[in-house]
């Protein structure tokens, strides 16, 4: 398994998996014009995602299995001062389900946002009828803090999410 950081020459890949797996994707994710599916649009949703990066207010890779891609896993909303936290979220390609890969890339991505972004926190929502992915965070040690009812629009209609959080690991002092 391997990380990528989105870039422009991902385009092609990024439109052919969210193609393939549209109908799987459809119950978790925004409605999308049709634009979105093709390479162009793909070029301009990673555009604006660049300039998000640019900013220190999201960090996105791809996720690739023996040089194919998997999936995708952002840490998004970063927000720094006082807070110094990111939420996460992520899919893999249906056929890649109950395999291990977003747990694995999870772990991945959990040390990019506490040793490179060093943020102190970061958190993930989880539809309440979505339990493999609520176990995926389980499994990088993300703890439930409550239910947000009625939190995300998606698939038509309002549905409720848990809300989890994992915190950075402390820091040992030098000896």
Not at 26 to 36: C, G, I, M, T, V
Not at 156 to 163: A, K
Request: proline share 5%; hydrophobic share 40%.
């Amino acid at each position: 398994m391997e990380i990528r950081p989105i870039g422009l020459e991902f385009a092609e890949d990024l439109a052919k998996i969210y193609r393939e797996n549209r109908d799987f994707l459809r119950p978790y994710e925004p409605d999308r014009p049709e634009s979105f599916f093709t390479t162009n649009g793909q070029l301009r949703h990673i555009r604006r995602i660049l300039g998000e990066m640019d900013r220190g207010l999201r960090w996105t890779a791809l996720i690739y299995l023996t040089g194919q891609p998997a999936g995708l896993i952002t840490i998004n909303n970063i927000l720094r001062g006082v807070l110094q936290c990111g939420r996460v979220g992520y899919w893999v390609a249906e056929k890649e389900g109950s395999r291990g890969v977003a747990s694995t890339a999870l772990r991945l991505v959990l040390d990019v946002a506490f040793c490179e972004l060093a943020l102190h926190r970061v958190e993930a929502s989880v539809r309440t009828d979505n339990p493999r992915s609520r176990r995926v965070l389980e499994k990088n040690r993300f703890h439930l803090i409550g239910t947000a009812r009625d939190h995300v629009f998606l698939d038509g209609q309002w549905r409720d999410e848990f809300l989890m959080e994992r915190h950075s690991p402390p820091i040992s002092p030098g000896i």
